[in-house]
Protein backbone atom coordinates (compact mmCIF):
# COMPACT_ATOMS: atom_id res chain seq x y z
CA UNK A 1 0.00 0.00 0.00
CA UNK A 2 1.38 3.33 -0.98
CA UNK A 3 -0.50 5.70 -3.36
CA UNK A 4 -4.11 6.19 -2.23
CA UNK A 5 -7.29 8.03 -4.04
CA UNK A 6 -9.21 9.80 -1.84
CA UNK A 7 -12.37 11.46 -2.85
CA UNK A 8 -14.14 13.66 -1.15
CA UNK A 9 -10.46 14.48 0.72
CA UNK A 10 -11.25 17.86 0.69
CA UNK A 11 -13.96 17.60 3.10
CA UNK A 12 -14.34 17.12 6.82
CA UNK A 13 -13.33 14.04 7.30
CA UNK A 14 -11.33 13.79 4.03
CA UNK A 15 -9.46 16.14 5.22
CA UNK A 16 -8.30 14.61 8.49
CA UNK A 17 -7.79 11.23 6.41
CA UNK A 18 -5.41 12.80 4.25
CA UNK A 19 -3.57 14.03 6.87
CA UNK A 20 -2.83 11.20 8.80
CA UNK A 21 -2.32 9.44 5.71
CA UNK A 22 0.27 11.51 4.66
CA UNK A 23 1.48 11.67 8.39
CA UNK A 24 1.68 7.59 8.02
CA UNK A 25 3.83 7.72 4.32
CA UNK A 26 0.90 7.45 1.88
CA UNK A 27 1.33 9.27 -1.35
CA UNK A 28 -2.24 10.69 -1.62
CA UNK A 29 -3.93 11.90 -4.29
CA UNK A 30 -7.33 13.90 -3.66
CA UNK A 31 -10.28 13.95 -6.17
CA UNK A 32 -13.07 16.36 -4.85
CA UNK A 33 -15.56 18.42 -6.70
CA UNK A 34 -15.47 21.44 -4.27
CA UNK A 35 -19.19 20.27 -4.12
CA UNK A 36 -19.21 21.52 -0.20
CA UNK A 37 -15.64 22.20 0.40
CA UNK A 38 -12.80 24.79 -0.53
CA UNK A 39 -9.86 24.58 -2.08
CA UNK A 40 -7.87 26.59 0.41
CA UNK A 41 -8.15 23.62 2.33
CA UNK A 42 -5.57 21.96 0.38
CA UNK A 43 -3.08 24.57 1.71
CA UNK A 44 -4.29 23.89 5.01
CA UNK A 45 -3.36 20.42 5.08
CA UNK A 46 -0.11 21.32 3.34
CA UNK A 47 0.33 23.62 6.58
CA UNK A 48 0.01 20.21 9.18
CA UNK A 49 2.11 18.15 7.11
CA UNK A 50 4.24 20.26 5.58
CA UNK A 51 4.27 17.88 2.18
CA UNK A 52 2.23 18.70 -1.11
CA UNK A 53 -0.89 17.19 -2.01
CA UNK A 54 -1.87 16.03 -5.54
CA UNK A 55 -5.55 17.82 -5.94
CA UNK A 56 -7.22 16.91 -9.06
CA UNK A 57 -10.98 18.85 -9.39
CA UNK A 58 -13.32 16.26 -10.42
CA UNK A 59 -16.93 14.59 -9.86
CA UNK A 60 -16.91 11.02 -9.12
CA UNK A 61 -19.74 10.81 -11.69
CA UNK A 62 -17.33 11.96 -14.66
CA UNK A 63 -15.82 8.50 -15.90
CA UNK A 64 -13.98 10.23 -18.40
CA UNK A 65 -12.06 12.21 -15.54
CA UNK A 66 -11.68 9.06 -13.68
CA UNK A 67 -10.41 7.05 -16.42
CA UNK A 68 -7.99 9.41 -16.90
CA UNK A 69 -6.73 9.65 -13.42
CA UNK A 70 -6.60 5.88 -13.12
CA UNK A 71 -4.67 5.84 -16.63
CA UNK A 72 -2.26 8.27 -15.00
CA UNK A 73 -1.92 6.86 -11.65
CA UNK A 74 -1.31 3.30 -9.93
CA UNK A 75 -3.16 3.32 -6.54
CA UNK A 76 -3.41 0.56 -4.45
CA UNK A 77 -6.20 1.70 -2.69
CA UNK A 78 -8.96 4.20 -2.55
CA UNK A 79 -10.90 5.67 0.24
CA UNK A 80 -14.74 6.64 -0.95
CA UNK A 81 -15.62 10.23 0.68
CA UNK A 82 -16.98 11.97 -1.91
CA UNK A 83 -21.04 11.87 -1.12
CA UNK A 84 -24.05 14.28 0.22
CA UNK A 85 -24.41 14.17 3.62
CA UNK A 86 -27.26 15.96 4.94
CA UNK A 87 -30.03 13.99 5.94
CA UNK A 88 -33.13 16.57 6.00
CA UNK A 89 -32.32 18.16 1.92
CA UNK A 90 -31.98 14.28 1.15
CA UNK A 91 -35.72 14.06 2.21
CA UNK A 92 -36.62 17.23 0.01
CA UNK A 93 -34.36 15.85 -3.06
CA UNK A 94 -33.93 12.42 -3.16
CA UNK A 95 -32.72 11.92 -6.81
CA UNK A 96 -29.77 14.21 -6.11
CA UNK A 97 -28.58 12.07 -2.99
CA UNK A 98 -29.57 8.78 -5.39
CA UNK A 99 -27.20 10.19 -7.89
CA UNK A 100 -24.28 11.49 -6.11
CA UNK A 101 -24.53 8.70 -3.62
CA UNK A 102 -24.91 5.97 -5.84
CA UNK A 103 -23.73 6.67 -9.16
CA UNK A 104 -20.56 8.35 -8.25
CA UNK A 105 -19.91 4.98 -6.28
CA UNK A 106 -20.78 3.17 -9.39
CA UNK A 107 -18.44 5.02 -11.50
CA UNK A 108 -15.97 4.82 -9.12
CA UNK A 109 -16.22 0.66 -9.21
CA UNK A 110 -16.39 0.71 -12.98
CA UNK A 111 -13.01 2.46 -12.90
CA UNK A 112 -11.12 0.68 -10.13
CA UNK A 113 -12.22 -2.40 -12.18
CA UNK A 114 -11.23 -1.44 -15.43
CA UNK A 115 -7.76 -0.86 -14.41
CA UNK A 116 -7.42 -3.73 -11.47
CA UNK A 117 -7.49 -1.08 -8.36
CA UNK A 118 -9.26 -3.41 -5.56
CA UNK A 119 -9.11 -2.11 -2.36
CA UNK A 120 -11.82 -0.32 -1.40
CA UNK A 121 -12.61 1.66 2.39
CA UNK A 122 -16.19 3.07 2.23
CA UNK A 123 -18.20 5.87 4.38
CA UNK A 124 -20.99 4.04 5.99
CA UNK A 125 -23.21 5.58 9.23
CA UNK A 126 -24.63 3.99 11.84
CA UNK A 127 -27.72 5.62 10.91
CA UNK A 128 -27.89 2.20 8.96
CA UNK A 129 -29.23 0.54 12.31
CA UNK A 130 -32.26 2.61 12.81
CA UNK A 131 -33.93 3.17 15.71
CA UNK A 132 -32.73 -0.28 17.15
CA UNK A 133 -32.80 -1.31 20.68
CA UNK A 134 -30.14 -3.22 20.75
CA UNK A 135 -27.27 -1.22 22.28
CA UNK A 136 -25.06 -0.87 22.40
CA UNK A 137 -24.71 -1.60 18.35
CA UNK A 138 -22.50 -4.26 16.92
CA UNK A 139 -21.66 -4.97 13.19
CA UNK A 140 -24.13 -7.58 13.35
CA UNK A 141 -26.71 -5.53 14.71
CA UNK A 142 -30.04 -5.78 12.38
CA UNK A 143 -30.05 -3.21 9.63
CA UNK A 144 -33.27 -1.05 9.32
CA UNK A 145 -35.02 0.47 6.84
CA UNK A 146 -33.94 3.99 6.62
CA UNK A 147 -35.78 6.88 7.90
CA UNK A 148 -34.22 9.03 4.92
CA UNK A 149 -33.15 8.92 1.51
CA UNK A 150 -29.23 9.65 2.93
CA UNK A 151 -29.66 6.98 4.88
CA UNK A 152 -31.16 4.61 2.12
CA UNK A 153 -27.94 5.49 -0.06
CA UNK A 154 -25.78 4.08 2.59
CA UNK A 155 -27.29 1.14 3.03
CA UNK A 156 -27.82 0.48 -0.89
CA UNK A 157 -23.85 1.26 -1.00
CA UNK A 158 -23.24 -1.25 1.78
CA UNK A 159 -24.84 -4.02 -0.57
CA UNK A 160 -23.69 -2.78 -3.87
CA UNK A 161 -20.23 -3.09 -2.61
CA UNK A 162 -20.66 -6.31 -1.34
CA UNK A 163 -22.70 -7.87 -4.11
CA UNK A 164 -19.82 -6.52 -6.67
CA UNK A 165 -17.05 -7.44 -4.00
CA UNK A 166 -18.38 -11.29 -4.10
CA UNK A 167 -17.29 -11.88 -7.98
CA UNK A 168 -14.17 -10.25 -7.89
CA UNK A 169 -10.31 -10.16 -6.92
CA UNK A 170 -11.96 -7.35 -4.66
CA UNK A 171 -11.54 -6.19 -1.23
CA UNK A 172 -13.65 -3.62 1.07
CA UNK A 173 -14.17 -2.21 4.32
CA UNK A 174 -17.31 -0.38 5.21
CA UNK A 175 -16.63 1.62 8.13
CA UNK A 176 -19.82 2.73 9.86
CA UNK A 177 -19.12 6.35 11.60
CA UNK A 178 -20.89 7.20 14.91
CA UNK A 179 -21.00 11.43 15.03
CA UNK A 180 -17.52 12.78 13.80
CA UNK A 181 -17.11 16.49 15.64
CA UNK A 182 -14.21 18.22 16.62
CA UNK A 183 -11.12 19.41 14.57
CA UNK A 184 -7.22 19.16 13.64
CA UNK A 185 -5.76 20.17 17.05
CA UNK A 186 -3.81 22.38 15.07
CA UNK A 187 -7.01 24.22 14.13
CA UNK A 188 -6.09 24.61 10.56
CA UNK A 189 -8.39 22.30 9.23
CA UNK A 190 -12.23 21.35 10.31
CA UNK A 191 -15.70 21.34 9.85
CA UNK A 192 -17.21 23.91 7.12
CA UNK A 193 -21.04 23.55 7.81
CA UNK A 194 -22.91 25.65 4.59
CA UNK A 195 -25.98 27.34 6.05
CA UNK A 196 -27.29 26.88 9.23
CA UNK A 197 -25.81 23.81 10.63
CA UNK A 198 -28.31 20.89 11.16
CA UNK A 199 -25.59 18.38 13.98
CA UNK A 200 -25.46 19.94 17.35
CA UNK A 201 -21.51 20.42 17.60
CA UNK A 202 -21.23 23.16 14.83
CA UNK A 203 -24.58 24.69 16.47
CA UNK A 204 -22.78 24.59 19.40
CA UNK A 205 -19.32 26.53 18.22
CA UNK A 206 -21.74 28.59 16.20
CA UNK A 207 -24.10 30.45 18.83
CA UNK A 208 -20.91 30.47 21.08
CA UNK A 209 -19.30 32.31 18.23
CA UNK A 210 -22.77 34.92 18.44
CA UNK A 211 -23.41 33.50 14.79
CA UNK A 212 -26.84 31.96 16.03
CA UNK A 213 -28.57 33.29 18.95
CA UNK A 214 -29.40 30.34 20.56
CA UNK A 215 -28.85 26.81 20.60
CA UNK A 216 -32.63 24.68 21.02
CA UNK A 217 -31.73 21.58 22.61
CA UNK A 218 -34.51 18.77 20.48
CA UNK A 219 -36.27 16.93 23.10
CA UNK A 220 -35.78 16.84 27.33
CA UNK A 221 -38.23 14.12 27.46
CA UNK A 222 -36.51 11.30 26.16
CA UNK A 223 -35.91 7.55 28.38
CA UNK A 224 -32.19 8.75 28.96
CA UNK A 225 -30.40 9.78 32.11
CA UNK A 226 -31.32 13.80 32.09
CA UNK A 227 -34.16 13.53 29.35
CA UNK A 228 -31.97 14.68 25.91
CA UNK A 229 -30.68 12.16 23.58
CA UNK A 230 -27.92 10.28 23.61
CA UNK A 231 -24.53 9.56 20.48
CA UNK A 232 -21.40 8.23 20.25
CA UNK A 233 -19.12 11.26 19.06
CA UNK A 234 -16.18 10.65 17.95
CA UNK A 235 -13.13 12.83 17.14
CA UNK A 236 -12.61 13.10 13.60
CA UNK A 237 -8.94 12.16 14.16
CA UNK A 238 -9.68 9.27 15.85
CA UNK A 239 -11.54 8.61 12.68
CA UNK A 240 -9.23 9.62 10.24
CA UNK A 241 -6.60 7.03 11.93
CA UNK A 242 -9.41 4.35 11.77
CA UNK A 243 -8.87 4.61 7.93
CA UNK A 244 -4.97 4.00 7.86
CA UNK A 245 -5.85 1.37 9.94
CA UNK A 246 -8.45 -0.51 7.45
CA UNK A 247 -6.06 0.27 4.83
CA UNK A 248 -3.19 -1.40 6.14
CA UNK A 249 -5.53 -4.45 6.74
CA UNK A 250 -7.40 -4.62 3.51
CA UNK A 251 -5.87 -6.07 1.17
CA UNK A 252 -4.76 -8.99 3.27
CA UNK A 253 -7.96 -10.08 4.69
CA UNK A 254 -9.54 -13.26 3.97
CA UNK A 255 -13.16 -12.17 3.29
CA UNK A 256 -14.08 -10.02 0.25
CA UNK A 257 -16.41 -7.11 2.30
CA UNK A 258 -15.75 -6.62 6.08
CA UNK A 259 -17.54 -3.68 8.31
CA UNK A 260 -16.65 -2.08 11.28
CA UNK A 261 -18.11 0.55 14.00
CA UNK A 262 -16.16 3.24 14.57
CA UNK A 263 -17.11 5.12 17.65
CA UNK A 264 -15.74 6.00 21.07
CA UNK A 265 -18.05 2.86 22.59
CA UNK A 266 -20.07 5.67 25.00
CA UNK A 267 -23.01 7.59 24.97
CA UNK A 268 -23.10 10.87 25.98
CA UNK A 269 -26.45 13.05 26.02
CA UNK A 270 -26.59 16.86 24.53
CA UNK A 271 -26.75 17.92 28.07
CA UNK A 272 -23.31 16.36 28.66
CA UNK A 273 -21.54 17.72 25.46
CA UNK A 274 -22.93 21.24 26.40
CA UNK A 275 -21.88 21.18 29.44
CA UNK A 276 -18.21 19.85 28.59
CA UNK A 277 -18.01 22.52 26.09
CA UNK A 278 -18.79 25.09 28.61
CA UNK A 279 -15.52 23.64 30.92
CA UNK A 280 -13.52 23.27 28.88
CA UNK A 281 -13.66 26.35 27.27
CA UNK A 282 -14.84 28.56 29.95
CA UNK A 283 -17.63 29.58 27.68
CA UNK A 284 -21.35 29.85 28.85
CA UNK A 285 -23.57 28.81 25.97
CA UNK A 286 -26.99 30.70 25.44
CA UNK A 287 -29.39 27.53 24.99
CA UNK A 288 -32.68 26.54 25.41
CA UNK A 289 -35.09 23.11 25.75
CA UNK A 290 -37.28 23.15 22.50
CA UNK A 291 -39.48 20.35 21.26
CA UNK A 292 -38.28 16.71 19.40
CA UNK A 293 -36.98 17.07 16.16
CA UNK A 294 -39.15 14.60 13.76
CA UNK A 295 -36.73 11.41 12.78
CA UNK A 296 -34.67 11.85 15.84
CA UNK A 297 -33.51 8.45 17.75
CA UNK A 298 -33.66 8.40 21.53
CA UNK A 299 -29.75 6.71 21.85
CA UNK A 300 -27.52 5.08 19.85
CA UNK A 301 -23.59 4.12 20.60
CA UNK A 302 -20.88 1.52 19.51
CA UNK A 303 -19.73 -1.95 20.67
CA UNK A 304 -16.38 -1.00 19.53
CA UNK A 305 -14.75 -4.07 20.37
CA UNK A 306 -14.46 -5.45 16.65
CA UNK A 307 -12.41 -2.46 15.09
CA UNK A 308 -10.34 -2.54 18.58
CA UNK A 309 -9.66 -6.28 18.05
CA UNK A 310 -9.14 -6.96 13.80
CA UNK A 311 -7.76 -3.45 13.03
CA UNK A 312 -6.08 -2.56 16.57
CA UNK A 313 -7.67 0.93 16.72
CA UNK A 314 -9.40 2.86 19.88
CA UNK A 315 -10.85 6.21 19.94
CA UNK A 316 -8.29 8.19 21.78
CA UNK A 317 -9.77 11.73 22.51
CA UNK A 318 -12.17 12.73 24.88
CA UNK A 319 -15.62 14.25 24.29
CA UNK A 320 -13.76 17.90 26.39
CA UNK A 321 -10.66 17.41 23.46
CA UNK A 322 -13.87 17.15 21.00
CA UNK A 323 -14.92 20.19 22.41
CA UNK A 324 -11.88 22.18 22.64
CA UNK A 325 -10.65 21.52 19.46
CA UNK A 326 -13.90 22.58 17.84
CA UNK A 327 -14.41 25.28 19.47
CA UNK A 328 -10.49 26.37 18.89
CA UNK A 329 -11.50 25.75 14.88
CA UNK A 330 -14.69 28.01 15.03
CA UNK A 331 -12.83 30.67 16.48
CA UNK A 332 -10.23 30.80 13.48
CA UNK A 333 -13.24 31.43 10.93
CA UNK A 334 -14.67 34.31 10.23
P1 LIG B 1 -18.12 16.64 3.47
O1 LIG B 1 -19.30 17.17 2.72
O2 LIG B 1 -17.38 17.57 4.35
O3 LIG B 1 -17.09 15.97 2.46
C1 LIG B 1 -17.49 15.35 1.27
C2 LIG B 1 -16.56 15.86 0.18
O4 LIG B 1 -16.90 15.21 -1.04
C3 LIG B 1 -16.68 17.37 -0.06
O5 LIG B 1 -15.38 17.92 -0.13
C4 LIG B 1 -17.40 17.47 -1.40
O6 LIG B 1 -17.01 18.63 -2.12
C5 LIG B 1 -16.98 16.18 -2.07
N1 LIG B 1 -17.94 15.65 -3.03
C6 LIG B 1 -19.27 15.46 -2.88
N2 LIG B 1 -19.78 14.93 -4.00
C7 LIG B 1 -18.75 14.76 -4.87
C8 LIG B 1 -18.64 14.25 -6.19
N3 LIG B 1 -19.72 13.83 -6.85
N4 LIG B 1 -17.43 14.23 -6.78
C9 LIG B 1 -16.34 14.67 -6.12
N5 LIG B 1 -16.38 15.17 -4.88
C10 LIG B 1 -17.58 15.21 -4.26
O7 LIG B 1 -18.65 15.38 4.30
P2 LIG B 1 -17.94 14.55 5.46
O8 LIG B 1 -18.60 14.89 6.74
O9 LIG B 1 -16.47 14.67 5.34
O10 LIG B 1 -18.41 13.08 5.07
C11 LIG B 1 -17.61 12.22 4.29
C12 LIG B 1 -18.33 10.91 4.07
O11 LIG B 1 -18.65 10.35 5.34
C13 LIG B 1 -19.65 11.03 3.33
O12 LIG B 1 -19.79 9.89 2.50
C14 LIG B 1 -20.68 11.01 4.43
O13 LIG B 1 -21.93 10.53 4.00
C15 LIG B 1 -20.03 10.04 5.40
N6 LIG B 1 -20.49 10.21 6.79
C16 LIG B 1 -20.39 11.44 7.39
C17 LIG B 1 -20.86 11.60 8.69
C18 LIG B 1 -20.81 12.96 9.36
O14 LIG B 1 -21.51 13.16 10.34
N7 LIG B 1 -20.01 13.92 8.90
C19 LIG B 1 -21.38 10.50 9.39
C20 LIG B 1 -21.42 9.25 8.76
C21 LIG B 1 -20.96 9.12 7.45
N1 LIG C 1 -29.45 18.43 18.54
C1 LIG C 1 -30.02 19.44 19.28
N2 LIG C 1 -30.03 20.70 18.78
C2 LIG C 1 -29.48 21.02 17.57
C3 LIG C 1 -28.87 19.98 16.81
C4 LIG C 1 -28.90 18.68 17.33
O1 LIG C 1 -30.52 19.20 20.38
O2 LIG C 1 -29.54 22.18 17.16
C5 LIG C 1 -29.42 17.06 19.07
C6 LIG C 1 -30.18 16.06 18.20
O3 LIG C 1 -31.54 16.02 18.59
C7 LIG C 1 -29.43 14.76 18.51
C8 LIG C 1 -28.01 15.21 18.83
O4 LIG C 1 -28.09 16.60 19.11
O5 LIG C 1 -29.96 14.18 19.65
C9 LIG C 1 -27.04 14.99 17.67
O6 LIG C 1 -27.63 15.56 16.51
P1 LIG C 1 -26.84 15.62 15.14
O7 LIG C 1 -27.78 16.22 14.13
O8 LIG C 1 -25.52 16.27 15.34
O9 LIG C 1 -26.55 14.09 14.81
P2 LIG C 1 -27.57 12.88 14.50
O10 LIG C 1 -28.90 13.23 15.02
O11 LIG C 1 -27.53 12.74 13.03
O12 LIG C 1 -26.99 11.72 15.21
Not at 178 to 187: D, K, L, Q, R, Y
Request: glycine share 8%.
Amino acid sequence: MHKILVTGGLGYIGSHTVVELQQDGFDVVVLDNLNNSKLEVKENIEAITGKPVDVIIADVNDSKALNDLFSSHHFDGVIHFAAHKAVGESVEHPIKYYHNNITGLISLLGVMERHKVSNLIFSSSCTVYGATKDLPVTETTKIQKAESPYGTTKILCEDIITDFAKHKEFKSILLRYFNPVGAHPSAKIGELPLGVPNNLVPYITQTAKGIREQLTIFGSDYNTKDGTCVRDYIHVVDLAKAHVKALEYVNGMKQHVDVFNVGTGNGNTVLEVIDAFEKVNDVKLNYQIGSRRAGDIEQIWADTSKVSKVLNWNAQYTINDMMKHAWAWQKTLK
